[in-house]
């Protein structure tokens, strides 16, 4: 059935100006009532639920340019879509434009130069596949599908932040589309406020289409998951407070409430790992790990690096996804590589 301008509601975009940017669009434009466009406004959160006028899926920066210059001239709300990772659900909105980057998926790594070019829609699993062949990682997110430009236009939090700083203080240059259409090629000796602005300012100056960034060696790690449920969460929080501030720089620890992708059951999670010397990291982090594994009721010894993250998502299948793990050179079944789980004794691995 044909869908009229008038059944698409409010935020909608003049038919004239969509024919215009058809004309001339390389990637896949969908509209309310289009096939597709109910999977393609979905974001991660499920619980956020808009519907853009139009969601521009862009094949290269000319079709940023050119839904820009839409946006602009039909004064439409617009929203930038890495990863869709935003839980606040910023790369989506209610009747406005949808600049979806999700077929940005450029990932160049030089393993002399130890720089890596990554495009404006890959994931930290994506990144980390690629730069882990070479040995080479950068200060990531603790969950894999995030998205790696929003996490580093805000600031980037994530594993080796420590020893490396965050992902914002990891990044070399940026291509940037302005609202104007024009394509700046920003560092710190070019437009250099410019790139101070995207270092922490988020979306806010333009479209960042790709980033390159600085790479740090990166070997065995030990890392590993403790969860337990709600009603202990004064106490691991306790824990928690006490262990942060006696970690070394090649540490790191999170804690957080996820929810469990099986039992659907809100629990309390502390992440930790370690990136230096493997045996150091073994006879340093004893009695930490060892006051959190007591906790514990089960184990299951962790065989790839990295491991991904359980997320919030109401979805099972999206709940846990799988990085582009390797092997580890060794299984190492220290308190410190160990993954724990508040399952009865004796219960089958999932």
């Given at each position: 059935?044909?869908t ?33 466009y ?29 839904a ?6 039909q004064?439409?709300?617009l929203?930038v879509?890495?990863?869709?990772h935003?839980?606040?659900?910023y ?27 990554v495009?404006g829609?890959?994931?930290w699993r ?15 997110g ?13 600031g980037?939090?994530?594993w ?17 589309v ?41 070997g ?26 006696t ?7 999170y ?11 809100p629990?309390?999670?502390?992440l ?19 006051s ?9 010894p ?5 491991v ?11 709940a846990?996804t799988?990085?582009g ?7 190492s ?18």
């Amino acid at each position: 059935m044909e869908t009229t301008e008038a059944d698409r509601g409010p935020g909608t975009v003049r038919e004239e100006a969509f024919a215009a940017l058809r004309a001339g669009f390389s990637g896949e434009l969908l509209r309310p009532g289009d096939d597709g466009y109910d999977r393609a406004r979905r974001v991660w959160n499920g619980n956020v639920d808009r519907r853009p006028a139009l969601v521009a899926r862009c094949a290269d920066v000319a079709d940023v340019q050119r839904a820009l210059g839409l946006a602009v001239d039909q004064g439409l709300v617009l929203s930038v879509r890495g990863g869709g990772h935003s839980a606040p659900g910023y790369g989506t909105n209610d009747g406005g434009l949808v600049l979806d980057l999700s077929s940005f998926k450029e990932v160049t790594v030089d393993p002399v130069a130890r720089t890596a070019r990554v495009g404006g829609g890959v994931l930290w699993r994506e990144l980390d596949a690629r730069t882990q062949a070479a040995g080479l990682a950068t200060t990531g997110g603790t969950v894999s599908n995030t998205g790696v430009a929003g996490l580093t236009l805000g600031g980037g939090v994530g594993w080796l932040m420590g020893k490396h700083g965050l992902a914002v203080d990891n990044l070399l240059s940026a291509e940037v589309v302005t609202a104007d259409g024009a394509v700046h090629h920003v560092d710190r000796e070019r437009e250099p406020d410019l790139f101070w602005a995207l270092r922490g300012g988020c979306g806010n100056f333009g479209v960042v289409t790709s980033l390159e960034y600085r790479l740090h060696p990166v070997g065995e790690v030990l890392g590993g998951m403790v969860v337990h449920s709600l009603d202990r969460a004064a106490e691991v929080l306790r824990f928690y407070r006490d262990l942060c501030p006696t970690l070394p720089d090649e540490a790191e620890a999170y804690c957080g409430l996820l929810t469990d992708p099986q039992a659907g059951v809100p629990v309390i999670a502390l992440l930790l790992g370690y990136n230096g010397a493997v045996e150091e990291g073994e006879a340093s982090s004893g009695p930490r790990a060892s006051s959190a594994a007591r906790w514990s009721t089960w184990s299951l010894p962790c065989r790839t690096w990295p491991v991904s993250r359980c997320s919030t998502s109401p979805t099972p299948s999206r709940a846990c996804t799988a990085t582009g793990a390797r092997p580890s050179p060794r299984r190492s079944t220290t308190t410190w590589s160990t993954s724990w789980s508040t399952r009865p004794p004796g219960s089958p691995p999932r």
